[in-house]
């Protein structure tokens, strides 16, 4: 092609032309806009927050996948971890810190202490957190090493940028709310 000669323009064939046309569905822009920007808010007890602080760290760097930026607010915060052994006593400030979250908001546990009470099977040990709250995803261990709390994360992530964005005003939402008393 020479420098003067213009390239001939193919019109494109009917109904895939104008402003309204996008190669994507907005589900999936949506998705990956929100896996991609998490903002996470730490709810940490115990062992298990040295290994999210270590997953903060340089070495494991959880900004790279777009959770860099620690929200202790509720209101600003969509992904709640919660790291450690959470007892009864501390299970209805739990449950009022995920009610404060905005919609949408996802949920880690993180060990075994927040999966399933770990090795405290007392009286006072809250066993399990999605006795409070609906959970997401569980990472195992005891205390869970950093490359799988990031591994929690990029499930998360897949769940996220699957999820329809009509999910959360369905009805089968509503009912597993409603299921843990939550409006």
Request: a neutral charge; charged letters at 20%.
């Amino acid at each position: 092609m020479s420098k003067n000669s213009k390239p001939n323009l193919v019109n494109a064939p009917n109904g895939y032309a104008g402003e309204g046309f996008f190669a994507t569905k907005l589900n999936e822009v949506v998705g990956l806009a929100r896996a991609n920007s998490m903002w996470p808010l730490p709810f940490a007890t115990s062992c298990c927050g040295i290994e999210y602080m270590a997953t903060m760290a340089a070495t494991y760097d959880i900004g790279r996948f777009g959770a860099e930026r620690m929200s202790f607010s509720p209101r600003q915060a969509d992904m709640l971890l919660v790291m450690g052994t959470i007892s009864k006593k501390m299970a209805p400030i739990l449950r009022q810190v995920y009610e404060q979250m905005a919609e949408p908001r996802w949920v880690i546990a993180v060990g075994a202490c927040a999966s399933s009470g770990g090795v405290f099977d007392t009286y006072s040990v809250l066993q399990g957190i999605d006795k409070v709250i609906p959970v997401d995803v569980y990472v195992p261990g005891c205390p869970p090493r950093p490359e799988q709390i990031l591994d929690g994360i990029l499930t998360l992530q897949e769940i996220v940028k699957s999820e329809s964005v009509r999910r959360r005003s369905s009805d089968e939402y509503k009912e597993l709310l409603n299921s843990y008393n939550i409006k």
